[in-house]
């Protein structure tokens, strides 16, 4: 009965954003998990889709419009994404955080030994962790997720076909697809999963200097507050987190 309804769920959700998915089950280990991930991404570029794996919570089935006015709003995003200088977004958060005193004007990164021997001795970590499908205590894929095979050939538009954004002071979900798509163009940073309240990138590239890993902490702590305040504490750790990295992880409680 419970198979039943988690099926239902996705199900429901797959219709109204008319694609189909496949279910994951919740005793699949991660590297089978992320190698049909890997999968499908080499079959979507033939067949002209999208992987990414859905967490499918009550939002969705709940809150979400029905397909004419979702329809609507997903077209919307994904044409006002594109009026978006994401420069100026980073320029203007900033003065935000500044003003909030989130973030001090004049910030510097610690000269600390132990911080700035982080960055001659790691080598790279090429793991696909998978945060936000799999649950910490149980180690175990969590339930209601399903692979989506999202019927587009721009993976940083993704967040516009699950309306994501704007709320919890995340961006509006046009401003998240402009991010995405600036991170994409430097790392071929793509969505590779995504929930009512995170989303999660794989990057083919990533960057290999503490001067350009702490560039991109800052521009993600913009973007995510919740990474450093409830997360990994400091900005230091995040950047220690993002060099050479091949995952990156956004939480906005």
Known sequence: MKERKIL????????????????????????????????????????????????VKDYFNEEFPDFEEYERARDEILENYKKIDCGQWFKERRQEYIENGYLNEEYEFSDDSDYLDYFKNFNEDETFY??????????????????????????????????????????????????????????DARIAAITDSEIEFYLEK??????????????????????VFQIYDELEELSKGLYKSRNWYFWWD
């Open 206 to 227: 990533f960057p290999e200097t503490q001067e350009e890993t702490e560039k991109l902490a800052v521009e993600q702590f913009l973007v995510s507050e919740d990474l």
């Open 130 to 187: 998978l945060n936000s499908i799999f649950d910490e205590e149980t180690g175990k894929v969590r339930e209601n997720v399903g692979l989506f095979k999202i019927p587009a050939d721009k993976a940083y538009e993704i967040p516009g076909w699950f309306l994501f954004g704007g709320f919890n002071e995340c961006p509006l979900p046009e401003e998240i697809i402009a991010i995405s798509k600036y991170w994409y163009e430097k790392y």
């Open 8 to 55: 239902e769920n996705i199900d429901l959700l797959a219709e109204k954003i008319k694609c189909d998915y496949e279910k994951i089950s919740e005793d699949s280990e991660i590297t089978e998990v992320a190698e049909r991930y890997f999968e499908l991404l080499e079959e979507g570029k033939k067949q002209g889709f999208i992987p990414v794996f859905v967490e």
